[in-house]
């Protein structure tokens, strides 16, 4: 019954253990595309701010077998019943954490496709906005997952 | 004559303490058969675990689980036999076990919180 997430057999076909291994990627990679994006800015670097679209872009294919697999594990584990309290919130942030996620990436892709024009400066207050949703959501999520507690 | 009477009184008495106390037994009937029933027909959750993990009820016991945890938890048995909802804070659920057997749950949002009532 136990889940060991080492353990590619158990991580493929247990029913909901996917989540808490996928849901590691986009975060790291979105905090760091975050954090590319502002040393990009202070530094007037091309290269940095080159790293920061190719993580983001990471970070937003993978928002999608994300909520996909967390979806998933609502109607395996939990087989659809009406969330509340803690889950409820962890669901809701983590849709609005993946759009915001999408947001900030569009916003990069479009700059990119037109490199006449320059990449507008409030992107960055919206991806320090995206940074507080998604510890928010992953605080919650790993509160729901026990990794703080001996499960 | 006197004899008589004093033995009577005596038997009386003897046959008066004696119905008393069978009365009082009876009364006491229903308490003692409380007292041979399990205690322990509520299981707790917390701290990530359910408490006690393993517990012995006869047939016809209603066990009831609370979540004592900050965390949401659910208790479904591994054969579906029973399923509760998302148990958040001090939410309980109960089932009746009418069948003799041993049932092995898990908590479905945390599965390595494992349980089992086994019913006598």
């Not at chain 1, 080492?6 to 991580?11: E, M, P």
């Not at chain 1, 076909?13 to 595309?33: E, R, S």
């Not at chain 1, 939990?78 to 915001?100: D, F, R, T, W, Y």
């Not at chain 2, 998302?86 to 109960?94: A, I, P, Q, R």
């Amino acid at each position: 019954m136990s889940v060991n997430p080492f353990d590619l057999k158990t991580v493929l076909l247990a029913k909901h253990a996917q989540h808490v291994v996928l849901i590691h990627f986009p975060i790291a990679l979105f905090t760091v595309a975050v954090a590319f994006d502002f040393l990009a800015q202070w530094a007037k670097s091309r290269s940095l701010a080159a790293a920061a679209y190719f993580n983001l872009l990471l970070a937003a294919g993978f928002t999608i077998p994300v909520v996909a697999s967390g979806l998933a594990a609502w109607q395996f584990a939990l087989e659809g019943q009406k969330l509340k309290g803690i889950l409820l919130m962890h669901l809701v942030l983590g849709c609005i954490s993946a759009v915001v996620i999408w947001v900030v990436f569009l916003i990069h892709l479009r700059a990119r496709r037109a490199p006449e024009k320059s990449l507008p400066t409030y992107r960055l207050s919206l991806e320090a906005i995206a940074v507080l949703l998604v510890v928010v959501t992953a605080h919650l999520g790993g509160f729901l997952s026990g990794v703080n507690g001996p499960g | 004559m006197r004899r008589i009477v004093s033995t009577a009184v005596l038997f009386a008495t003897t046959f008066g303490v004696a119905f008393a106390g069978l009365r009082a037994g009876e009364r006491n009937l229903p308490a003692a058969a409380a007292q041979q029933k399990p205690d322990a027909t509520e299981v707790k959750i917390d701290n990530f675990s359910f408490g006690p993990a393993e517990l012995k009820v006869p047939v016809g016991t209603t066990v009831t689980w609370t979540n004592r945890d900050d965390i949401p938890h659910t208790a479904v048995s591994t054969d579906k036999s029973f399923k509760s909802k998302v148990l958040d804070t001090d939410e309980k659920f109960s089932f009746t076990f009418s069948k003799p057997g041993t049932y092995e749950y898990f908590c479905s949002i945390h599965p390595k919180m494992t349980g089992k009532v086994v019913v006598q």
